[in-house]
């Protein structure tokens, strides 16, 4: 399963021109992950959350739909590809770091933080992110954090621009918080890819109760496809 995703998203997230004329095999992709791959049901999973991520996963069956795998670190081969590729080499962290520097929604404990796992469908062109967000991100007393939700908003909004135009970066997050969201509660994320002028890719989404009867959250975003080669730091 692991392979299949990451061959499906190799084209789209590789082999960026560099200067010189050099091609890079790998920047910032799923492929060759050799690592835990935690958008799996876990016994921290609530069984709302369950039952939704058994649903989506009856609807990859005939490949309409494919669970995106996710990882917690990049390998250091990769960060030093992605870093030559897109930010002249210079690495802002010490080499020694490399290696336990961690995805941000993938650096809590199981249960404890963004616990989520997101669904790819190739004809609709969406994304849909199943989640479950634990005690440690609350914000007000018994709900989320609104920076949680914005967290996981960049998230899938930046997964779904990756998928779409390759290396992106957030350039502009724009969130409406309608509804309160309940710790521990399970929420779903649509996504849409709006429109692309140039190397502007505009996506938006909202967050719903898995009953679709409450909207807690909408947002858009706007993500930057990276220029190799051209220095941002
Ligand atoms: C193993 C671990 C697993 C990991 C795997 C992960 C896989 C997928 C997950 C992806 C999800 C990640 C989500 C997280 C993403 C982030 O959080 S990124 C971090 C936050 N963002 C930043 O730090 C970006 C900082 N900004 C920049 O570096 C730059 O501004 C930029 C790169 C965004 C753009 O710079 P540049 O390339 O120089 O472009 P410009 O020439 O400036 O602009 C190009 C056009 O865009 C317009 N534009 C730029 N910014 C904005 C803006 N804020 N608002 C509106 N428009 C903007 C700009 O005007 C240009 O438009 P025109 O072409 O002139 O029309």
Request: charged share 20%; hydrophobic share 40%; with cysteine.
């Amino acid at each position: 399963m692991l392979r299949s995703c990451a061959a499906r998203l190799r084209p789209l997230l590789v082999a960026h021109g560099r200067p010189g004329g050099a091609r890079l095999t790998s920047t910032f992709s799923f492929e060759e992950v050799t690592q835990k791959d935690h958008a799996l049901p876990k016994p921290s999973w609530s069984k709302d959350l369950r039952l939704l991520f058994d649903q989506f996963m009856k609807k990859c069956e005939d490949g309409s739909w494919e669970r995106l795998p996710s990882c917690s670190r990049h390998s250091v081969q990769r960060f030093q590809n992605f870093t030559k590729a897109f930010f002249s080499g210079s690495i802002p962290v010490k080499e020694e770091q490399i290696s336990q520097a961690k995805f941000f929604p993938r650096s809590f404990e199981d249960g404890l933080g963004f616990e989520y796992a997101m669904f790819w469908s190739k004809d609709e062109k969406r994304i849909v992110c199943l989640f479950q967000g634990g005690l440690y991100l609350q914000g007000i007393p018994g709900f989320l954090h609104g920076g949680a939700l914005v967290t996981l908003i960049d998230t899938t909004l930046g997964t779904h621009a990756m998928l779409a135009g390759g290396a992106v970066m957030t350039a502009n997050l724009s969130i409406n918080f309608k509804r309160p969201m309940p710790l521990c509660s399970v929420g779903v994320i649509n996504t849409q890819l709006d429109k692309i002028e140039g190397r502007k890719l505009f996506v938006s989404c909202n967050i719903q109760s898995v009953d679709e009867k409450t909207v807690y959250t909408e947002g858009t975003g706007l993500f930057i496809k990276l220029e190799p080669g051209k220095t941002l730091v």
